[in-house]
């Protein structure tokens, strides 16, 4: 991973992990350095359509596509009105066949 983030021209995991996180350790856990490897991926394959793939493959897909679906509001005038979370609908997502 860290030859993907030099060819990218970062730092590498350590490195960013120790100097810009709020949980500068997460690297030495497997749980936390599986959670950097599926944001790095998520990075990486932005806007490729990877994303529904990698949820399945990760087992991950009944907690995501379970969550709220949020927006901000369009209709506010101001940016204190206008950046404001609201909720859209629900999703459902049954099993992971669908």
């Known amino acids: ?3 993907i983030r030099l060819r990218a021209g970062l730092k ?9 996180s709020n949980n500068p350790r997460k690297y ?3 749980e936390g350095l599986r959670a950097i490897i ?5 990075i990486e394959m932005m806007f490729e359509g990877q994303r529904f793939w990698d949820l399945r493959r990760w087992k991950e897909a009944s907690e995501e596509l379970q ?6 509001n ?21 099993a992971p066949r669908d």
Do not use: L, N, P, V
Request: hydrophobic fraction near 35%; glycine fraction near 6%.
């Open 12 to 20: 590498g995991i350590i490195e960013s992990w120790t100097a810009y």
């Open 67 to 72: 969550k709220d679906i949020t927006g901000w």
């Open 28 to 30: 030495s856990t497997k």
């Open 1 to 3: 991973m860290d030859r």
């Open 38 to 42: 599926h944001r790095e991926r998520a």
């Open 74 to 94: 369009i209709i506010g005038k101001t940016d204190a009105t206008y950046y404001q979370e609201r909720f859209i609908f629900s999703q459902r997502f049954i």
